[in-house]
């Protein structure tokens, strides 16, 4: 069973579930990690039997805008309902925010995967489009 809570992972769970993942620009620097998550607005985890299993976390100012970052589950959790489960709680604590963005790969299962849980690509926003820019270093 998937417990839901809002709690921050220690450094050796944070770098086990990125590297499942494999993210390593996060991995290799466990501080800079560590500090990312310790400083986000809201860590949502996902556990089974205790173990981390996934993680979702939001920069945000509270009240008009949520970013979501980080959304991540360990392959072996995926499509069992974890990654839902996670973004459903983000947005059940965030439903009083106007915008709430992400940014994510482009890999063919995100759009739908997104968009089933009420997000749009910007530039499909009707009734206006949208532009959505991003400087990554």
């Known amino acids: 069973m998937v417990t839901i809570a809002t709690d921050v992972p220690t450094s050796a769970e944070l770098i086990g579930l990125y590297t499942s993942v ?3 620009a996060y991995t ?6 560590e500090a990312a998550v310790s400083g986000a607005h809201l860590v949502v985890t996902a ?3 205790g173990v981390l ?3 979702v976390r939001t920069v945000s100012d509270g009240a008009t805008i949520v970013y979501v970052q980080d ?3 360990r392959p072996e959790h995926q499509r069992t309902g974890v990654g839902r489960a996670l ?4 947005l059940r604590r965030y439903d009083h ?8 790969d482009a890999e063919p299962g995100q759009r739908a995967f997104y968009e089933s849980l009420g997000f749009v690509e910007a530039h499909d926003v009707s009734p206006g489009s949208l532009r959505s820019f991003v400087l990554l270093r």
């Open 22 to 24: 494999g993210w390593s």
């Open 28 to 33: 290799r620097d466990p501080d800079l990690l």
């Open 47 to 49: 556990r089974v039997d």
């Open 53 to 55: 299993v996934g993680l």
């Open 71 to 73: 959304v991540l589950v």
């Open 87 to 90: 973004l459903a709680e983000v």
């Open 97 to 104: 925010v106007r915008q709430t963005v992400l940014l994510t």
